[in-house]
Nanobody, 122 residues
Framework: QVPLVETGGGLVQAGGSLRLSCAPS?????????MGWFRQAPGKEREFVSR???????DYADSVKGRFTISRDNAKNTVYLQMNNLKPEDTAVYYC???????????????WGQGTQVTVSS
């Protein structure tokens, strides 16, 4: 497992943007791993948001496709989630996670960050 740290959450009005960042603590590298973003809203199950392979292949949940962009900078060991045109229903705690598999299933991710709160006001 690799401890991960997310930053960049906050409060934004509907239609606004935020960029989340995720990096492993301790200077470890995840350049060969699949990195994913998940989110969990109050009273709801954790859900897949996006993932990116070491090769740069990306995948998005239908609910965020066209609004969110995942990217990674392997030299900086950092993964980003650019979130545009945010909606109140995007309000959730967002988690960064690492997997050795190309998967959308949270159980396939073995390292998680502590989460960062994103709140979108209407």
């Amino acid at each position: 497992q690799v401890p991960l740290v997310e930053t960049g959450g906050g409060l934004v009005q509907a239609g606004g943007s935020l960029r989340l960042s995720c990096a492993p603590s301790g200077g470890r590298s995840f350049s060969l791993n699949v990195m994913g973003w998940f989110r969990q809203a109050p009273g709801k199950e954790r859900e897949f948001v996006s993932r990116i392979a070491w090769s740069g292949n990306t995948d998005y949940a239908d609910s965020v496709k066209g609004r969110f962009t995942i990217s990674r900078d392997n030299a900086k060991n950092t993964v980003y989630l650019q979130m545009n045109n945010l909606k109140p229903e995007d309000t959730a705690v967002y988690y960064c996670a690492r997997s050795l598999r190309w998967s959308r299933v949270s159980d396939d991710f073995d390292s998680w960050g502590q989460g960062t709160q994103v709140t979108v006001s209407s």
